[in-house]
């Protein structure tokens, strides 16, 4: 099966679907991995909040590429360079700090991106969005709140943090390099970039994190398929079963 | 006799419910930690089997079925563990007893999830055994515990319900699904019906426990009303039961099986299991990987706190 997009709008919600369905797969690996079983339960109700709304925004991209394919069919049958998440998302979990400062910066993002959709001409976007801003909104509280725990907690979550931020902070540059989707389909890509960095700003600062200086990225962008070497593993775990029984009903 | 037991006689005579402020012998007390502490860690451990598929899940909708189902077991662990601390022991000292080996869990979760028919199996027989003895455990005589009960039995029939579907899926899909779904069954099938504990006439806690009303009906009782609700499930299904001796015995109305291999159910509950250490030392893990975590936010609450005051 060689999935192709055809429309302009699907290739550029399909960015969006991908950083959900990604960053939920990152977040369920969390399950029965947690700091304690509180914990354990929150990570697994924002990871089936991304899996939920990483599938009906497929069902958009499916039904405007005419039904040619399933939401299925997107998630389990295309490639690395096929996939167009944020590289942000796909950074693993190397500890705790790490899935709280990658699910923060995400939350403020995607709050902004979520904010716009609503007044998208796209009905079916426009009435997805109300329901998923009340989602990210428990989310970003969520991440905020460790945010500030784990910055102003003892020594080591400071530390932590920090090496989390300064690592994670490298993967944001090319969010705001807007291409010629972006411009079309948000209805004001500067407000995104400069929200989000007011919001984050403060919030680091709050935690008490310093922002180093990051020279500008050669990575080249997500949105023409490049990625860090972390998403071939994750999609040959995750694509595992429909690949190796394509004939299967599951 | 004094006032306190006499009390305490009356409520179980009377089959009404012990509450955490009511007087109750030590031997009770001791007898409901273990089997309250027993049950959080099986919900717990419990996780770590289906979590092995979670990753694998071949749909958007078994993954996030699976996953809600995960973290419905998870609640279930603090539910019980809360039952726990009502009888005074704390979470983190019931944790420290498992991880120190001197508290158990079911012993069906040390057998591994080697394909993804197991998340049905799991489902289907696991959830389905457990649900038997959790229906029970709904008028066991400890309040606390008898009220958990009714909570999470209403959630484990969607696990059974959705653990069913997998088997169906597999069942009647392609040739090697179908032989996945024997296989699952064949493994899982007699570790299932051991869930139940040993037979009446061998098992150590049961006079007492019946005696105190903690339990209500006996391991074989139970036991057998499994069996004979499974075996037409899996004739829907066109899967074979692994027991060539099973047979339905028109005057009882009741199914015979085999004799267990009980050797291996002891081995398996002293440690010797497939997936023992493993599972132990996942959780382990995740609690010292958590430390750090949790001292940070206790860290935060306590400079939060004092700033307030």
């Known amino acids: ?67 040619k394919y399933t939401a299925d069919d997107y998630v389990f049958h295309r490639n690395e360079r096929e996939y167009f998440n944020l590289k942000l998302v796909e950074q693993p979990n190397e500890d705790f700090a790490w899935t709280i400062a ?57 530390r932590r943090l920090q090496d989390a931020v300064s690592h994670l902070r490298k993967f944001v540059e090319e969010i705001f390099n807007w291409d010629e989707l972006d411009r079309e389909y948000y209805q004001d890509c500067d407000k995104i970039k400069s929200n989000w960095e007011s919001e984050v700003n403060a919030t680091l600062d709050a935690c008490n994190i310093t922002r180093e200086d990051i020279p500008s990225q050669s990575m080249r962008d997500y949105r023409d398929g490049f990625h860090s070497e972390h998403i071939g593993h994750l999609l040959s775990i995750m694509q595992y079963l429909p690949r190796a029984y394509p004939d299967a009903k599951w | 006799m004094d006032k306190f037991q006499e009390a305490f006689d009356e409520i179980i005579e009377k089959d009404l419910k012990v509450e955490p402020r009511d007087w109750m012998p030590e031997e009770y007390r001791k007898t409901l930690i273990r089997q309250v502490s027993q049950h959080a860690h099986s919900e717990v451990i419990g996780m770590q089997p289906e979590g092995n598929w979670l990753l694998r899940a071949p749909s958007l909708r078994a993954k996030q079925v699976l996953l809600a189902k995960i973290q419905d077991e998870a609640g279930h662990g603090l539910y019980l563990y809360s039952v726990a601390e009502t009888l005074g022991i704390s979470r983190a000292e019931t944790i420290e007893q498992l991880h120190q080996g001197k508290a158990k869990y079911s012993s069906i979760f040390n057998y591994p999830t080697l ?31 008898s009220r958990a009960m009714v909570k999470i039995c209403k959630e484990e029939s969607f696990h059974q319900r959705q653990g ?8 009647f ?33 049961k006079g007492q426990s019946m005696a105190w009303k903690i339990k209500r009906e006996s391991n074989d009782h139970l036991r057998q009303r499994f069996i004979d609700r499974t075996v037409a499930q899996a004739e829907y299904l066109g899967l074979t039961i692994p027991d060539p001796n099973l047979k339905f015995n028109e005057e009882t109305g009741h199914y015979e099986t085999s004799p267990f291999n009980w050797d291996e159910f002891w081995n398996v509950v002293k440690g010797n299991g497939p997936c023992n250490t493993q599972r132990l030392d996942h959780h382990k893990r995740a609690h010292e990987n958590g430390a750090w975590v949790r001292e940070a936010a206790a860290a935060y609450a306590a400079k ?3 700033k307030v005051a």
């Not at chain 2, 069913?164 to 069942?171: D, V």
């Not at chain 2, 090697?176 to 051991?194: G, I, Y």
């Open chain 2, 164 to 171: 069913y579907e997998i088997m169906c899926q597999m069942a």
């Open chain 2, 304 to 306: 939060t706190e004092n």
């Open chain 2, 115 to 145: 394909t993804w028919a197991d998340i049905g199996a799991v489902g289907w027989l696991v959830d389905g055994a457990a649900i038997i003895n959790q229906v029970s455990l709904q008028r066991t005589s400890y309040g606390p515990y």
């Open chain 1, 102 to 158: 990658r699910q923060y910066m995400h939350d403020v993002y995607v709050q902004e991106v979520f904010s716009q959709f609503q007044s998208s001409s796209n009905e079916e976007l426009a009435g997805l969005s109300a329901k998923v801003l009340k989602e990210i909104r428990y989310s970003y509280l969520h991440s905020k709140d460790w945010m500030m725990r784990l910055g102003l907690g003892t020594e080591e979550s400071h």
């Open chain 1, 1 to 67: 099966m060689k999935i192709t997009i055809e429309n302009k709008e699907a290739k550029f919600l399909l960015r969006i679907a991908d950083t959900a369905l990604i960053l939920g797969q990152r977040v369920a690996e969390l399950c029965s991995n947690g700091p304690f079983l509180e914990e354990d339960i929150a990570q697994s109700n924002i990871s089936l909040d991304l899996f939920g709304r990483a599938e009906e925004l497929y069902k958009i991209i499916a039904k405007i590429e005419g039904d």
């Open chain 2, 173 to 205: 899909g392609t040739p090697e699904q179908k032989e996945m779904a024997q296989d699952a069954l064949n493994r899982f099938w007699e570790p299932s019906l051991m869930m139940f504990g040993p037979h009446d006439a061998d098992s150590v806690h």
